[in-house]
Protein backbone atom coordinates (compact mmCIF):
# COMPACT_ATOMS: atom_id res chain seq x y z
CA UNK A 1 0.00 0.00 0.00
CA UNK A 2 1.07 3.57 -0.87
CA UNK A 3 2.08 5.52 2.08
CA UNK A 4 1.59 9.60 2.09
CA UNK A 5 0.69 12.11 5.39
CA UNK A 6 -1.96 14.31 3.90
CA UNK A 7 -4.30 12.40 0.79
CA UNK A 8 -6.43 15.67 -1.18
CA UNK A 9 -9.53 14.41 -2.70
CA UNK A 10 -10.00 16.94 -5.44
CA UNK A 11 -7.90 19.23 -7.32
CA UNK A 12 -10.05 22.27 -8.15
CA UNK A 13 -9.08 25.64 -6.95
CA UNK A 14 -8.89 24.73 -3.09
CA UNK A 15 -7.44 21.63 -3.34
CA UNK A 16 -4.67 22.39 -5.28
CA UNK A 17 -4.06 25.88 -2.97
CA UNK A 18 -4.00 23.46 -0.48
CA UNK A 19 -1.34 21.00 -1.70
CA UNK A 20 1.04 24.07 -2.16
CA UNK A 21 0.31 25.33 1.21
CA UNK A 22 1.35 22.23 2.68
CA UNK A 23 4.02 21.85 -0.13
CA UNK A 24 5.93 24.66 0.60
CA UNK A 25 5.75 23.33 4.31
CA UNK A 26 7.65 20.28 3.37
CA UNK A 27 3.79 18.11 4.19
CA UNK A 28 4.41 15.12 1.49
CA UNK A 29 0.41 14.40 0.00
CA UNK A 30 -1.46 13.27 -2.48
CA UNK A 31 -3.59 14.97 -4.48
CA UNK A 32 -6.11 12.83 -6.57
CA UNK A 33 -8.19 14.86 -9.21
CA UNK A 34 -10.55 13.19 -11.34
CA UNK A 35 -10.25 15.28 -14.39
CA UNK A 36 -6.93 15.11 -16.30
CA UNK A 37 -7.67 18.85 -17.36
CA UNK A 38 -9.04 22.03 -15.88
CA UNK A 39 -12.55 22.06 -16.55
CA UNK A 40 -13.43 24.93 -19.57
CA UNK A 41 -15.88 26.57 -17.73
CA UNK A 42 -15.37 30.34 -16.18
CA UNK A 43 -16.91 29.73 -12.81
CA UNK A 44 -15.30 31.47 -9.97
CA UNK A 45 -13.35 35.02 -11.41
CA UNK A 46 -13.36 37.36 -8.99
CA UNK A 47 -10.51 36.84 -6.49
CA UNK A 48 -10.34 39.69 -3.77
CA UNK A 49 -6.97 40.93 -2.32
CA UNK A 50 -7.21 38.88 0.08
CA UNK A 51 -6.86 35.73 -2.08
CA UNK A 52 -4.54 37.29 -3.97
CA UNK A 53 -2.41 37.78 -0.17
CA UNK A 54 -2.58 33.66 -0.61
CA UNK A 55 -0.90 33.65 -4.77
CA UNK A 56 1.65 36.13 -3.20
CA UNK A 57 2.75 33.61 -0.47
CA UNK A 58 2.09 30.42 -2.74
CA UNK A 59 4.78 32.32 -5.27
CA UNK A 60 2.47 32.33 -8.02
CA UNK A 61 1.23 36.08 -8.03
CA UNK A 62 2.96 36.84 -11.04
CA UNK A 63 2.39 33.82 -12.89
CA UNK A 64 -1.77 34.43 -12.25
CA UNK A 65 -1.30 38.19 -12.79
CA UNK A 66 0.24 37.07 -16.14
CA UNK A 67 -2.27 35.04 -17.17
CA UNK A 68 -5.71 37.44 -16.96
CA UNK A 69 -7.57 37.23 -19.53
CA UNK A 70 -9.04 41.29 -19.25
CA UNK A 71 -5.96 43.72 -20.06
CA UNK A 72 -5.25 45.58 -16.57
CA UNK A 73 -6.01 48.86 -18.45
CA UNK A 74 -9.43 48.17 -19.10
CA UNK A 75 -10.23 47.90 -15.44
CA UNK A 76 -12.03 44.63 -14.00
CA UNK A 77 -15.24 46.56 -11.71
CA UNK A 78 -18.37 45.37 -11.26
CA UNK A 79 -21.74 47.09 -11.69
CA UNK A 80 -25.66 46.48 -10.71
CA UNK A 81 -28.54 47.90 -13.40
CA UNK A 82 -32.29 48.23 -13.10
CA UNK A 83 -34.93 46.72 -15.13
CA UNK A 84 -32.04 45.75 -18.13
CA UNK A 85 -28.24 46.26 -18.66
CA UNK A 86 -28.73 48.96 -20.83
CA UNK A 87 -31.83 50.50 -18.68
CA UNK A 88 -31.50 54.04 -17.69
CA UNK A 89 -30.41 53.03 -13.92
CA UNK A 90 -27.14 51.71 -12.90
CA UNK A 91 -24.16 52.40 -9.90
CA UNK A 92 -20.91 50.62 -9.57
CA UNK A 93 -20.96 47.57 -7.43
CA UNK A 94 -18.07 45.32 -5.42
CA UNK A 95 -15.51 47.94 -5.59
CA UNK A 96 -12.87 46.54 -3.87
CA UNK A 97 -10.59 49.37 -4.20
CA UNK A 98 -12.44 50.99 -1.04
CA UNK A 99 -10.29 47.99 0.97
CA UNK A 100 -7.04 48.04 -1.27
CA UNK A 101 -5.25 49.81 1.66
CA UNK A 102 -5.79 46.98 4.12
CA UNK A 103 -4.13 43.98 1.94
CA UNK A 104 -0.56 43.72 0.77
CA UNK A 105 -2.18 42.63 -3.08
CA UNK A 106 -4.85 43.82 -5.69
CA UNK A 107 -7.36 41.96 -6.81
CA UNK A 108 -7.76 40.05 -10.14
CA UNK A 109 -10.61 38.25 -12.47
CA UNK A 110 -10.05 35.33 -14.64
CA UNK A 111 -11.81 32.78 -15.48
CA UNK A 112 -11.20 29.60 -13.41
CA UNK A 113 -9.84 27.44 -15.65
CA UNK A 114 -6.83 30.06 -16.04
CA UNK A 115 -6.38 30.18 -12.27
CA UNK A 116 -5.90 26.22 -11.63
CA UNK A 117 -3.59 26.01 -14.68
CA UNK A 118 -1.53 28.68 -12.78
CA UNK A 119 -1.78 26.54 -9.53
CA UNK A 120 -1.12 23.53 -11.28
CA UNK A 121 1.85 24.93 -12.78
CA UNK A 122 3.09 25.33 -9.35
CA UNK A 123 2.11 22.51 -7.49
CA UNK A 124 4.41 20.85 -10.33
CA UNK A 125 7.31 22.66 -8.63
CA UNK A 126 7.20 21.14 -5.17
CA UNK A 127 8.57 17.87 -5.04
CA UNK A 128 6.99 16.57 -1.65
CA UNK A 129 3.53 16.90 -3.70
CA UNK A 130 2.50 13.75 -6.03
CA UNK A 131 -0.02 14.39 -7.95
CA UNK A 132 -2.86 11.96 -9.57
CA UNK A 133 -4.95 13.68 -12.62
CA UNK A 134 -7.09 11.36 -14.30
CA UNK A 135 -8.21 9.80 -10.73
CA UNK A 136 -10.73 9.59 -8.56
CA UNK A 137 -11.40 9.00 -4.67
CA UNK A 138 -13.54 6.12 -5.07
CA UNK A 139 -13.81 4.99 -1.48
CA UNK A 140 -12.33 6.41 1.96
CA UNK A 141 -12.11 5.25 5.59
CA UNK A 142 -10.36 5.68 9.07
CA UNK A 143 -9.00 3.86 11.59
CA UNK A 144 -5.96 5.06 13.08
CA UNK A 145 -5.40 7.02 9.98
CA UNK A 146 -6.74 6.92 6.66
CA UNK A 147 -7.23 4.64 3.85
CA UNK A 148 -8.62 5.52 0.61
CA UNK A 149 -9.10 3.37 -2.62
CA UNK A 150 -8.13 5.32 -5.82
CA UNK A 151 -9.62 4.18 -9.70
CA UNK A 152 -8.18 5.69 -13.17
CA UNK A 153 -11.00 7.34 -14.99
CA UNK A 154 -10.66 5.80 -18.07
CA UNK A 155 -8.27 3.20 -17.92
CA UNK A 156 -7.82 -0.23 -15.68
CA UNK A 157 -5.08 1.50 -12.78
CA UNK A 158 -6.91 0.78 -8.86
CA UNK A 159 -4.45 1.74 -5.96
CA UNK A 160 -5.11 1.60 -2.33
CA UNK A 161 -3.18 4.66 -0.64
CA UNK A 162 -2.64 5.14 3.97
CA UNK A 163 -2.43 8.61 5.26
CA UNK A 164 -2.06 9.87 8.50
CA UNK A 165 -5.12 12.82 7.30
CA UNK A 166 -7.71 12.91 4.08
CA UNK A 167 -8.91 16.37 3.25
CA UNK A 168 -12.16 16.52 0.75
CA UNK A 169 -11.80 19.26 -1.62
CA UNK A 170 -14.22 17.43 -3.85
CA UNK A 171 -16.53 20.25 -4.60
CA UNK A 172 -19.98 20.16 -3.57
CA UNK A 173 -21.07 16.54 -4.17
CA UNK A 174 -17.94 15.64 -2.09
CA UNK A 175 -17.06 12.04 -1.70
CA UNK A 176 -15.19 12.61 1.56
CA UNK A 177 -18.07 14.28 3.28
CA UNK A 178 -20.47 11.86 2.82
CA UNK A 179 -18.18 8.97 3.41
CA UNK A 180 -16.85 10.16 6.57
CA UNK A 181 -20.77 10.75 6.96
CA UNK A 182 -20.49 14.70 7.63
CA UNK A 183 -23.94 16.16 7.22
CA UNK A 184 -25.33 19.14 5.40
CA UNK A 185 -27.66 21.97 6.25
CA UNK A 186 -29.57 23.47 3.19
CA UNK A 187 -31.92 26.60 2.01
CA UNK A 188 -33.65 25.68 -0.96
CA UNK A 189 -34.58 28.59 -3.12
CA UNK A 190 -36.26 26.71 -5.49
CA UNK A 191 -35.29 28.51 -8.34
CA UNK A 192 -33.18 26.56 -11.49
CA UNK A 193 -30.49 28.65 -12.97
CA UNK A 194 -29.10 28.50 -16.17
CA UNK A 195 -25.33 29.10 -16.56
CA UNK A 196 -24.71 30.22 -20.47
CA UNK A 197 -21.38 30.59 -21.93
CA UNK A 198 -21.11 32.34 -25.48
CA UNK A 199 -19.27 34.65 -27.61
CA UNK A 200 -20.74 37.93 -28.84
CA UNK A 201 -18.51 41.00 -30.43
CA UNK A 202 -21.92 43.05 -30.78
CA UNK A 203 -22.54 43.09 -26.88
CA UNK A 204 -18.90 44.31 -26.27
CA UNK A 205 -19.52 47.73 -28.64
CA UNK A 206 -23.11 47.93 -26.55
CA UNK A 207 -21.18 48.00 -23.46
CA UNK A 208 -18.41 50.53 -24.11
CA UNK A 209 -21.11 53.63 -22.63
CA UNK A 210 -19.71 51.56 -19.32
CA UNK A 211 -15.55 51.45 -19.58
CA UNK A 212 -13.30 49.52 -17.43
CA UNK A 213 -16.59 47.33 -16.21
CA UNK A 214 -16.01 43.51 -16.33
CA UNK A 215 -19.22 42.01 -14.88
CA UNK A 216 -22.63 43.76 -14.58
CA UNK A 217 -26.05 42.30 -12.30
CA UNK A 218 -29.05 43.11 -13.65
CA UNK A 219 -32.45 43.59 -10.84
CA UNK A 220 -35.76 42.86 -12.71
CA UNK A 221 -38.50 43.33 -10.40
CA UNK A 222 -40.28 40.07 -11.58
CA UNK A 223 -37.04 38.03 -10.34
CA UNK A 224 -37.90 38.49 -6.82
CA UNK A 225 -34.32 39.55 -5.94
CA UNK A 226 -32.26 36.91 -8.07
CA UNK A 227 -30.07 38.32 -10.25
CA UNK A 228 -29.16 38.32 -14.20
CA UNK A 229 -25.58 38.23 -14.23
CA UNK A 230 -23.17 39.22 -17.02
CA UNK A 231 -19.46 38.54 -17.17
CA UNK A 232 -16.67 38.92 -19.37
CA UNK A 233 -14.28 36.49 -19.75
CA UNK A 234 -12.12 38.02 -22.21
CA UNK A 235 -11.54 41.45 -23.54
CA UNK A 236 -14.15 41.73 -26.85
CA UNK A 237 -15.79 38.03 -27.17
CA UNK A 238 -16.43 35.30 -24.68
CA UNK A 239 -19.03 36.05 -22.02
CA UNK A 240 -21.06 34.15 -19.10
CA UNK A 241 -24.64 34.75 -17.86
CA UNK A 242 -26.30 33.17 -15.23
CA UNK A 243 -29.86 33.44 -14.09
CA UNK A 244 -33.13 32.24 -13.06
CA UNK A 245 -35.29 30.41 -15.54
CA UNK A 246 -38.79 28.38 -15.06
CA UNK A 247 -38.81 25.05 -13.73
CA UNK A 248 -38.78 22.55 -16.20
CA UNK A 249 -36.55 24.14 -18.57
CA UNK A 250 -33.99 22.28 -20.59
CA UNK A 251 -31.67 23.21 -23.47
CA UNK A 252 -33.87 22.45 -26.08
CA UNK A 253 -37.53 23.65 -25.04
CA UNK A 254 -36.40 27.23 -24.32
CA UNK A 255 -35.17 30.37 -26.18
CA UNK A 256 -31.44 31.33 -24.60
CA UNK A 257 -31.00 34.24 -27.28
CA UNK A 258 -34.01 35.92 -26.59
CA UNK A 259 -33.57 35.87 -22.44
CA UNK A 260 -29.83 37.25 -22.67
CA UNK A 261 -31.48 39.58 -25.41
CA UNK A 262 -34.00 40.77 -22.74
CA UNK A 263 -31.77 41.05 -19.80
CA UNK A 264 -29.81 43.33 -21.87
CA UNK A 265 -32.57 45.41 -23.55
CA UNK A 266 -31.01 44.83 -26.82
CA UNK A 267 -30.48 42.57 -29.63
CA UNK A 268 -26.86 41.18 -30.13
CA UNK A 269 -24.99 38.59 -31.90
CA UNK A 270 -24.74 35.04 -29.72
CA UNK A 271 -22.87 31.83 -30.67
CA UNK A 272 -23.38 29.76 -27.31
CA UNK A 273 -20.24 27.45 -25.88
CA UNK A 274 -21.94 26.03 -23.36
CA UNK A 275 -25.61 25.84 -21.54
CA UNK A 276 -26.02 24.46 -18.06
CA UNK A 277 -28.20 23.78 -15.27
CA UNK A 278 -28.07 24.50 -11.30
CA UNK A 279 -30.32 24.30 -7.99
CA UNK A 280 -29.54 27.76 -6.82
CA UNK A 281 -29.11 26.82 -2.55
CA UNK A 282 -27.17 27.20 0.07
CA UNK A 283 -25.55 24.19 1.65
CA UNK A 284 -23.39 24.17 4.70
CA UNK A 285 -21.93 21.09 6.34
CA UNK A 286 -22.62 20.53 10.03
CA UNK A 287 -18.74 19.87 10.78
CA UNK A 288 -15.87 20.58 8.53
CA UNK A 289 -14.47 17.47 10.06
CA UNK A 290 -14.73 14.15 11.75
CA UNK A 291 -11.96 12.36 13.07
CA UNK A 292 -8.76 12.70 10.58
CA UNK A 293 -11.08 13.70 7.67
CA UNK A 294 -11.26 17.55 6.26
CA UNK A 295 -13.67 18.74 4.01
CA UNK A 296 -12.56 22.44 2.93
CA UNK A 297 -13.85 24.71 -0.45
CA UNK A 298 -17.33 23.71 -2.16
CA UNK A 299 -17.15 20.31 -0.24
CA UNK A 300 -17.67 22.37 3.09
CA UNK A 301 -20.04 24.69 1.93
CA UNK A 302 -21.90 25.77 -1.76
CA UNK A 303 -24.13 28.96 -2.31
CA UNK A 304 -25.00 30.94 -5.45
CA UNK A 305 -22.07 32.99 -6.78
CA UNK A 306 -23.53 36.33 -5.39
CA UNK A 307 -21.17 38.56 -4.36
CA UNK A 308 -18.03 36.22 -5.72
CA UNK A 309 -17.69 33.97 -2.43
CA UNK A 310 -17.51 30.66 -3.21
CA UNK A 311 -13.48 30.25 -4.54
CA UNK A 312 -12.13 33.43 -2.06
CA UNK A 313 -13.87 31.18 0.50
CA UNK A 314 -12.46 28.27 -0.56
CA UNK A 315 -8.95 29.58 -0.79
CA UNK A 316 -8.82 30.92 2.71
CA UNK A 317 -10.20 27.08 4.08
CA UNK A 318 -7.06 25.90 2.71
CA UNK A 319 -4.54 28.92 4.47
CA UNK A 320 -6.20 28.11 7.51
CA UNK A 321 -6.10 24.13 7.22
CA UNK A 322 -2.85 24.08 5.81
CA UNK A 323 -0.50 25.49 8.61
CA UNK A 324 -2.85 23.71 11.24
CA UNK A 325 -2.10 20.27 9.69
CA UNK A 326 1.28 21.10 9.31
CA UNK A 327 2.31 22.46 12.39
CA UNK A 328 0.50 19.31 13.66
CA UNK A 329 3.01 16.43 11.68
CA UNK A 330 5.94 18.86 12.47
CA UNK A 331 5.08 18.09 16.35
CA UNK A 332 4.33 21.86 17.37
CA UNK A 333 0.76 21.93 16.56
CA UNK A 334 -1.44 21.37 19.73
CA UNK A 335 -4.47 19.12 19.79
CA UNK A 336 -7.18 22.23 19.91
CA UNK A 337 -5.36 23.65 16.22
CA UNK A 338 -7.15 20.96 14.17
CA UNK A 339 -10.29 21.60 16.28
CA UNK A 340 -9.95 25.19 15.30
CA UNK A 341 -10.32 24.83 12.22
CA UNK A 342 -13.91 23.96 12.44
CA UNK A 343 -14.57 26.75 14.67
CA UNK A 344 -12.78 29.50 12.65
CA UNK A 345 -14.24 28.91 9.30
CA UNK A 346 -17.25 27.06 9.67
CA UNK A 347 -19.02 30.60 11.59
CA UNK A 348 -17.39 32.20 9.45
CA UNK A 349 -18.89 31.17 6.10
CA UNK A 350 -22.59 30.43 7.62
CA UNK A 351 -22.66 34.87 8.31
CA UNK A 352 -20.96 34.64 4.74
CA UNK A 353 -24.22 32.95 3.47
CA UNK A 354 -27.04 34.76 6.25
CA UNK A 355 -25.02 38.69 6.76
CA UNK A 356 -24.11 39.01 2.89
CA UNK A 357 -25.47 36.82 0.22
CA UNK A 358 -29.08 35.58 1.47
CA UNK A 359 -29.13 39.03 2.82
CA UNK A 360 -28.67 40.89 -0.84
CA UNK A 361 -31.33 38.60 -2.03
CA UNK A 362 -33.68 39.60 0.71
CA UNK A 363 -33.06 43.32 0.45
CA UNK A 364 -32.58 43.67 -3.46
CA UNK A 365 -36.24 41.67 -3.08
CA UNK A 366 -38.10 44.21 -0.88
CA UNK A 367 -36.51 47.14 -3.01
CA UNK A 368 -37.73 45.99 -5.94
CA UNK A 369 -41.14 45.30 -4.50
CA UNK A 370 -41.40 48.81 -3.15
CA UNK A 371 -39.90 50.83 -5.72
CA UNK A 372 -40.80 51.33 -9.00
CA UNK A 373 -39.38 54.14 -10.76
CA UNK A 374 -42.68 53.96 -13.39
CA UNK A 375 -44.77 54.51 -9.92
CA UNK A 376 -42.92 57.12 -8.05
CA UNK A 377 -39.83 57.78 -9.75
CA UNK A 378 -39.04 60.52 -7.50
CA UNK A 379 -38.96 58.00 -4.79
CA UNK A 380 -37.35 55.14 -6.84
CA UNK A 381 -34.30 57.62 -7.75
CA UNK A 382 -33.71 58.65 -4.03
CA UNK A 383 -33.66 54.95 -2.38
CA UNK A 384 -31.96 53.77 -5.66
CA UNK A 385 -29.15 56.89 -4.93
CA UNK A 386 -29.09 55.36 -0.64
CA UNK A 387 -28.68 51.97 -2.77
CA UNK A 388 -25.13 52.73 -3.94
CA UNK A 389 -23.82 54.01 -0.24
CA UNK A 390 -24.87 50.24 0.55
CA UNK A 391 -22.90 48.55 -2.66
CA UNK A 392 -19.81 50.46 -0.18
CA UNK A 393 -20.66 49.39 3.12
CA UNK A 394 -21.03 45.43 1.65
CA UNK A 395 -17.18 45.74 0.85
CA UNK A 396 -16.10 46.91 3.92
CA UNK A 397 -18.33 45.04 6.25
CA UNK A 398 -16.73 41.69 4.37
CA UNK A 399 -14.02 41.52 6.95
CA UNK A 400 -13.70 37.12 7.99
CA UNK A 401 -12.94 37.40 11.44
CA UNK A 402 -12.06 34.17 13.97
CA UNK A 403 -12.30 36.63 17.47
CA UNK A 404 -14.45 33.50 18.89
CA UNK A 405 -11.56 31.25 17.78
CA UNK A 406 -10.01 29.62 20.98
CA UNK A 407 -6.84 29.98 19.85
CA UNK A 408 -6.59 33.59 19.39
CA UNK A 409 -7.25 35.83 21.95
CA UNK A 410 -10.15 37.93 20.98
CA UNK A 411 -12.52 40.08 23.08
CA UNK A 412 -14.27 37.62 25.47
CA UNK A 413 -18.26 36.74 24.45
CA UNK A 414 -17.32 37.57 20.56
CA UNK A 415 -18.02 35.45 18.10
CA UNK A 416 -16.19 34.64 14.71
CA UNK A 417 -18.13 36.44 12.03
CA UNK A 418 -17.69 37.32 7.88
CA UNK A 419 -19.16 40.68 8.99
CA UNK A 420 -16.84 43.00 10.81
CA UNK A 421 -15.23 46.45 9.79
CA UNK A 422 -11.82 47.20 8.22
CA UNK A 423 -9.35 48.54 10.30
CA UNK A 424 -5.48 49.27 10.51
CA UNK A 425 -5.41 48.28 14.50
CA UNK A 426 -3.58 45.38 15.40
CA UNK A 427 -6.56 43.11 16.76
CA UNK A 428 -6.87 39.64 17.74
CA UNK A 429 -8.94 37.15 15.50
CA UNK A 430 -8.54 39.84 12.79
CA UNK A 431 -6.22 40.16 9.46
CA UNK A 432 -2.82 41.98 9.62
CA UNK A 433 -3.33 45.15 7.24
CA UNK A 434 0.53 45.93 5.91
CA UNK A 435 2.86 48.60 7.02
CA UNK A 436 5.66 49.65 5.61
CA UNK A 437 9.12 48.61 7.03
CA UNK A 438 12.41 51.25 7.61
CA UNK A 439 14.42 48.79 5.84
CA UNK A 440 12.24 48.96 2.89
CA UNK A 441 8.91 46.87 2.08
CA UNK A 442 6.77 45.94 3.81
CA UNK A 443 5.60 43.92 7.47
CA UNK A 444 4.47 41.60 4.87
CA UNK A 445 7.68 40.89 3.21
CA UNK A 446 9.33 40.00 6.05
CA UNK A 447 7.09 37.31 7.85
CA UNK A 448 8.22 33.73 8.56
CA UNK A 449 6.26 30.56 7.74
CA UNK A 450 5.30 29.68 11.34
CA UNK A 451 4.30 32.57 13.81
CA UNK A 452 5.87 35.89 13.57
CA UNK A 453 6.36 38.60 16.17
CA UNK A 454 6.17 42.44 15.30
CA UNK A 455 8.10 44.49 17.60
CA UNK A 456 7.66 47.67 16.98
CA UNK A 457 8.64 49.83 19.25
CA UNK A 458 9.00 47.47 22.28
CA UNK A 459 11.59 46.41 25.10
CA UNK A 460 14.35 44.14 24.28
CA UNK A 461 13.54 42.17 27.01
CA UNK A 462 9.80 41.59 26.30
CA UNK A 463 11.30 40.42 22.93
CA UNK A 464 13.68 38.22 24.62
CA UNK A 465 10.77 36.66 26.56
CA UNK A 466 8.88 35.61 23.20
CA UNK A 467 11.81 33.76 21.63
CA UNK A 468 12.81 31.92 25.09
CA UNK A 469 9.35 30.83 25.40
CA UNK A 470 9.31 29.82 21.51
CA UNK A 471 12.20 27.77 21.98
CA UNK A 472 10.92 26.48 25.01
CA UNK A 473 7.47 25.33 22.74
CA UNK A 474 9.22 24.07 20.22
CA UNK A 475 7.56 26.21 17.63
CA UNK A 476 8.89 28.67 14.95
CA UNK A 477 8.56 32.06 15.49
CA UNK A 478 10.27 35.08 12.97
CA UNK A 479 10.82 38.45 15.15
CA UNK A 480 10.83 41.74 13.30
CA UNK A 481 11.74 44.60 15.37
CA UNK A 482 11.25 48.40 14.06
CA UNK A 483 10.22 51.57 14.90
CA UNK A 484 6.73 52.49 15.82
CA UNK A 485 6.49 55.17 13.19
CA UNK A 486 5.49 55.65 9.59
CA UNK A 487 2.04 53.73 9.82
CA UNK A 488 3.36 51.42 12.46
CA UNK A 489 1.99 53.27 15.13
CA UNK A 490 -1.61 52.36 13.63
CA UNK A 491 -1.40 48.51 15.07
CA UNK A 492 -1.69 50.45 18.36
CA UNK A 493 0.33 47.82 20.48
CA UNK A 494 4.12 47.65 20.12
CA UNK A 495 3.80 43.72 20.53
CA UNK A 496 1.99 42.00 17.48
CA UNK A 497 1.77 37.93 17.59
CA UNK A 498 0.99 37.17 14.19
CA UNK A 499 -0.11 33.49 12.84
CA UNK A 500 1.27 31.37 9.63
CA UNK A 501 -2.16 32.89 7.78
CA UNK A 502 -1.40 36.22 8.80
CA UNK A 503 -4.15 36.80 11.23
CA UNK A 504 -3.48 38.50 14.13
CA UNK A 505 -3.93 35.34 17.04
CA UNK A 506 -2.69 38.30 20.10
CA UNK A 507 -1.66 41.82 20.57
CA UNK A 508 -0.12 43.82 23.44
CA UNK A 509 1.72 46.03 25.37
CA UNK A 510 3.95 43.84 27.33
CA UNK A 511 3.24 40.80 29.50
CA UNK A 512 4.88 38.09 31.49
CA UNK A 513 2.97 35.48 30.54
CA UNK A 514 4.71 34.85 27.21
CA UNK A 515 4.65 30.68 27.61
CA UNK A 516 0.45 30.67 28.00
CA UNK A 517 0.08 33.02 25.01
CA UNK A 518 1.75 30.83 23.22
CA UNK A 519 0.65 27.49 24.33
CA UNK A 520 -2.94 28.81 23.53
CA UNK A 521 -2.04 29.82 19.92
CA UNK A 522 -0.57 26.49 19.08
CA UNK A 523 -3.20 25.21 20.68
CA UNK A 524 -1.70 23.44 23.23
C1 LIG B 1 -21.39 30.44 -12.67
C2 LIG B 1 -20.51 30.49 -11.48
C3 LIG B 1 -19.80 31.64 -11.20
C4 LIG B 1 -19.00 31.70 -10.08
N1 LIG B 1 -18.33 32.87 -9.81
C5 LIG B 1 -17.57 32.97 -8.70
C6 LIG B 1 -16.82 34.16 -8.42
O1 LIG B 1 -16.84 35.13 -9.18
N2 LIG B 1 -16.06 34.19 -7.30
C7 LIG B 1 -16.02 33.13 -6.43
O2 LIG B 1 -15.34 33.23 -5.39
N3 LIG B 1 -16.67 31.97 -6.70
C8 LIG B 1 -17.45 31.86 -7.80
N4 LIG B 1 -18.09 30.69 -8.09
C9 LIG B 1 -17.95 29.57 -7.16
C10 LIG B 1 -16.66 28.80 -7.42
O3 LIG B 1 -16.63 28.34 -8.74
C11 LIG B 1 -16.55 27.63 -6.45
O4 LIG B 1 -16.73 28.09 -5.14
C12 LIG B 1 -15.20 26.92 -6.59
O5 LIG B 1 -15.15 26.18 -7.77
C13 LIG B 1 -14.93 25.98 -5.42
O6 LIG B 1 -13.70 25.33 -5.60
P1 LIG B 1 -13.46 23.87 -5.02
O7 LIG B 1 -12.06 23.53 -5.38
O8 LIG B 1 -13.88 23.83 -3.60
O9 LIG B 1 -14.50 22.95 -5.76
P2 LIG B 1 -14.58 22.58 -7.32
O10 LIG B 1 -14.18 23.71 -8.17
O11 LIG B 1 -15.93 21.98 -7.51
O12 LIG B 1 -13.48 21.47 -7.47
C14 LIG B 1 -13.66 20.16 -6.96
C15 LIG B 1 -12.76 19.22 -7.75
O13 LIG B 1 -12.84 17.93 -7.19
C16 LIG B 1 -12.87 16.98 -8.23
N5 LIG B 1 -13.51 15.78 -7.69
C17 LIG B 1 -14.79 15.64 -7.29
N6 LIG B 1 -14.98 14.40 -6.79
C18 LIG B 1 -13.79 13.76 -6.87
C19 LIG B 1 -13.34 12.47 -6.50
N7 LIG B 1 -14.15 11.57 -5.95
N8 LIG B 1 -12.05 12.13 -6.75
C20 LIG B 1 -11.20 13.02 -7.32
N9 LIG B 1 -11.58 14.27 -7.69
C21 LIG B 1 -12.86 14.64 -7.46
C22 LIG B 1 -13.64 17.66 -9.36
O14 LIG B 1 -13.31 17.12 -10.62
C23 LIG B 1 -13.17 19.11 -9.21
O15 LIG B 1 -12.06 19.42 -10.01
C24 LIG B 1 -18.89 30.59 -9.21
C25 LIG B 1 -19.59 29.39 -9.52
C26 LIG B 1 -20.40 29.35 -10.62
C27 LIG B 1 -21.15 28.06 -10.94
Known amino acids: MEETQVLISGGGPVGLGLAIELGQRGVRCLLVERHAQPQPIPKGQNLTQRTMEHFRFWHAEAQLQAARTVP ?72 GGVEAVLAERSGPGRRTVSAQYGVGCDGSHSVVREQAGITETKSDHDRLMVLLVFQS ?9 YPGKSFYNVLHPSLEGYWQFFGRVDLGTTWFFHAPV ?110 FIERSIAVDREFLRDHDPVRDREGFERHWAERQTGAKGEVNAFEPNYEGSPVVFGPSGSRSSAKGAHQFKARAGHHLAPQPLSRGGTVFDALGEGFTLLAFGAAEHQVARFREAAEREGMPLAIVTDTQADGRERYEAPLVLVRPDQFVAWAGTNTDDTGSILRRVRGA
Not at 201 to 209: A, D, F
Open 72 to 143: KEYGIGGMTAYGTLLGNYHYDWLQRELVKAFYATDNERLPQYATEAVLRARLAELPCVQTLFGWSVEMVRQG
Open 201 to 209: EQLHRLLSR
Open 246 to 355: PPGTTRENFDFRRLLHTAAGAEFDVEFQYIGFWDLRVAAADHYAAGRLFIAGDAAHSHPPYGGYGINTGFEDAANLGWKLAAVLQGWGGPALLDSYDAERRPVFLSTATD
